[in-house]
C-alpha cells in the first residue's frame, strides 16, 4: 500500500497549518477563558465566541466538514487522506469543531448521510452540516457496561404512527449545549431476536419531544 500523501493532501495539510498557526494557537488563552467563564455562569457548554468567529473564517477558507468521505456532502477525502488532517487539528483539543470536525456531530452527520431519508437529510444533516446547531449521541446508560451496546435496556417500541421510547442515558456529550436540537438514541427494537447483534436500533429524537428530561 503507498502511504505517500497526494498533492490534495499535501495542499490540505498546508492550509490547515496555516490557519491553525494564525487562529488557533493565538485564541487559546481566549478559549479556556471563556470556558471558565461560562462554567462559572453554571454551563460550561454554552457556546464560545471565539469558536463561533473561528468557524466563519474555516468555511470561508474551505476548511469545512474535511471528515466525510465521498459524498456530494463533504470534502471527498478517504480516512487515508482525513488522517493527516486530524493529526494537525488534534494540536488544540477545541480546534475541530472550529472545522465542523469533532464528535459526536461527526458520527451522527455520517449515520444520516448514509442511511437518512431525504427529509431527515433536510431536516438535520443541512443545518448540522452548516454548522447551525449541534446533536449527541445516546448510547451510555447507568445500570450497564454500555461499550458494549448489546447490554443496552433501553427500549423503543413502535406504536401505530409513532414510536415510544422507554430509558435512561447518561454520558450523552453535548447534550447541554443549548445548540443540541437532537439526540441519536440507541435501542432495543427486537429484543427477542436470536441474535443479540440485531436487536438494536438507533432513532432520532427531537430535543423537544415530550418526556425528554
Known amino acids: ?15 490547515l497549518t496555516a490557519f491553525m498557526a494564525e487562529n488557533i494557537y493565538p485564541n487559546e488563552a481566549r478559549f479556556f477563558g471563556e470556558i471558565e467563564a461560562n462554567r462559572a455562569k453554571g454551563n460550561a457548554w454554552i457556546p464560545t465566541i471565539v469558536i463561533e468567529e473561528l468557524k466563519k473564517k474555516a468555511h470561508a477558507a474551505e476548511l469545512w466538514n474535511l471528515f466525510l468521505p465521498e459524498s456530494e456532502h463533504g470534502a471527498g477525502l478517504t480516512n487515508l487522506e482525513y488522517a493527516p488532517l486530524c493529526e494537525i487539528m488534534g494540536r488544540a483539543s477545541w480546534a475541530p469543531e472550529v472545522f465542523n470536525c469533532s464528535a459526536p456531530d461527526t458520527g451522527n452527520m455520517e449515520v444520516l448521510a448514509r442511511y437518512g431519508t431525504p427529509e431527515q437529510q433536510k431536516q ?3 443545518p448540522l452540516l452548516e454548522g447551525k446547531l449541534r446533536s449527541c449521541f445516546a448510547m451510555t446508560e447507568p445500570a450497564v457496561a454500555s461499550s458494549d451496546a448489546t447490554n443496552i435496556e433501553s ?4 406504536d401505530g404512527d409513532h414510536y415510544v421510547i422507554n430509558g435512561r442515558k447518561w454520558w450523552s456529550s453535548g447534550a447541554n449545549d443549548p445548540r443540541c436540537k437532537l439526540f441519536i438514541f440507541m435501542g432495543k427494537t427486537d429484543p427477542a431476536n436470536p441474535s ?17 428530561t
Request: charged share 20%; net charge positive.
Open 124 to 126: 438535520w444533516l443541512t
Open 155 to 158: 427500549s423503543i417500541v413502535r
Open 1 to 15: 500500500m503507498d502511504f505517500q500523501y497526494s498533492p490534495k493532501v499535501q495542499q490540505l495539510q498546508a492550509r
Open 196 to 212: 443479540k447483534h440485531a436487536q438494536q436500533s438507533m432513532i432520532i429524537v427531537p430535543r423537544d419531544t415530550p418526556g425528554v
